[in-house]
């Protein structure tokens, strides 16, 4: 059984000596230093340093006598501090992270793919999440909204947001600010987003327009999903209030 534990141990940041020790002490709850070493199996030259460091890292507890012994501290207790502090240490990182974080200057035509089903799905609730002003959508996929509704829904009362399709119809039962296209905005829904070069033959999803700044585009090539990126493209604050002053004619 112990063996069993010790790997599980070791992702919590114990050593392999540390984890039987721990584990051995966890199972004779209360034990001498020879007890630990027979048991166990660690060097005898080890265990004094192990313990010690056990007991200053709060999984034990030393009892002082002749000979001293050792005790097992409420488990849940240590292993709650020990998420507590892990989680702690997590976020600490994570805001350290983020003030090291520059964002690249891409020049005007730049774009990248992303190629990963997780990778669209991050990007995607990154846009919605840090939107400010604007959106639009052009939707070629009822699925889209459907599947993206719970994220999409609450920005239609804090930003400007345009869902642009074909066929209302189609879209009937999904309550957003769905707009039908015509004329040139038409146009533009049944123009690919991206040259079919760069992804070749393949089923758009959507495009989506943010603050008059990036673009993302995400469609079905071949056999895989893909999602085209642009940011800090001046040419997309042109398209998306052209796009906003069209739907508004109508």
Same mark, same amino acid.
């Given at each position: 059984?112990?063996?069993?534990?010790?790997?599980?141990?070791?992702?919590?940041?114990?050593?392999?000596?540390?984890?039987?020790? !721990?584990?051995?002490? $966890?199972?004779?709850?209360?034990?001498?230093?020879?007890?630990?070493?027979?048991?166990?199996?660690?060097?005898?030259?080890?265990?004094?340093?192990?313990?010690?460091?056990?007991?200053?890292?709060?999984?034990?507890?030393?009892?002082?006598?002749?000979?001293?012994? !050792?005790?097992?501290?409420?488990?849940?207790?240590? @292993?709650?501090?020990?998420?507590?502090?892990? /989680?702690?240490?997590?976020?600490?990182?994570?805001?350290?992270?983020?003030?090291?974080? +520059?964002?690249?200057?891409?020049?005007?035509?730049?774009? @990248? /793919?992303? =190629?990963?089903?997780?990778?669209?799905?991050?990007?995607?609730?990154?846009?919605?999440?840090?939107?400010?002003?604007?959106? $639009?959508?052009?939707? !070629?996929?009822?699925?889209?909204?459907?599947?993206?509704?719970?994220?999409?829904?609450?920005?239609?009362? =804090?930003?400007?947001? !345009? +869902?642009? +399709?074909?066929?209302?119809?189609?879209?009937?039962?999904?309550?957003?600010?769905?707009?039908?296209?015509?004329?040139?905005?038409?146009?533009?829904?049944?123009?690919?987003?991206?040259?079919?070069?760069?992804?070749?033959?393949? =089923?758009?999803?959507?495009?989506?327009?943010?603050?008059?700044?990036?673009?993302? $585009?995400?469609?079905?090539?071949?056999?895989?999903?893909?999602?085209?990126?642009?940011?800090?493209?001046?040419?997309?604050?042109? $398209?998306?209030?052209?796009?906003?002053?069209?739907?508004?004619?109508?």
């Amino acid at each position: 059984m112990v063996a069993e534990i010790v790997p599980g141990l070791r992702t919590l940041g114990m050593n392999e000596y540390e984890a039987s020790v !721990y584990s051995t002490l $966890v199972g004779l709850q209360k034990a001498t230093a020879r007890d630990i070493h027979e048991v166990s199996g660690v060097p005898r030259g080890r265990i004094y340093e192990i313990l010690n460091d056990l007991a200053r890292r709060g999984f034990i507890a030393v009892e002082e006598g002749s000979p001293t012994s !050792y005790y097992v501290l409420d488990i849940d207790v240590a @292993f709650d501090r020990l998420k507590d502090d892990y /989680i702690r240490s997590l976020e600490k990182t994570r805001e350290a992270l983020k003030s090291l974080s +520059v964002k690249p200057h891409l020049p005007p035509d730049s774009f @990248f /793919i992303l =190629r990963s089903g997780w990778a669209i799905e991050n990007h995607l609730s990154s846009l919605f999440r840090r939107v400010k002003k604007s959106m $639009v959508i052009l939707c !070629y996929d009822p699925m889209f909204l459907r599947k993206h509704y719970a994220a999409i829904e609450p920005l239609k009362r =804090r930003i400007d947001l !345009y +869902v642009v +399709v074909q066929k209302k119809d189609d879209y009937a039962a999904i309550n957003l600010p769905i707009y039908e296209a015509r004329g040139t905005v038409l146009e533009l829904l049944e123009t690919p987003a991206v040259n079919e070069s760069v992804m070749g033959q393949r =089923r758009d999803e959507c495009a989506i327009l943010v603050d008059d700044r990036d673009f993302f $585009v995400i469609a079905t090539a071949g056999s895989g999903r893909h999602a085209v990126i642009g940011s800090d493209m001046p040419l997309i604050g042109y $398209v998306q209030k052209t796009i906003v002053e069209r739907l508004n004619e109508v």
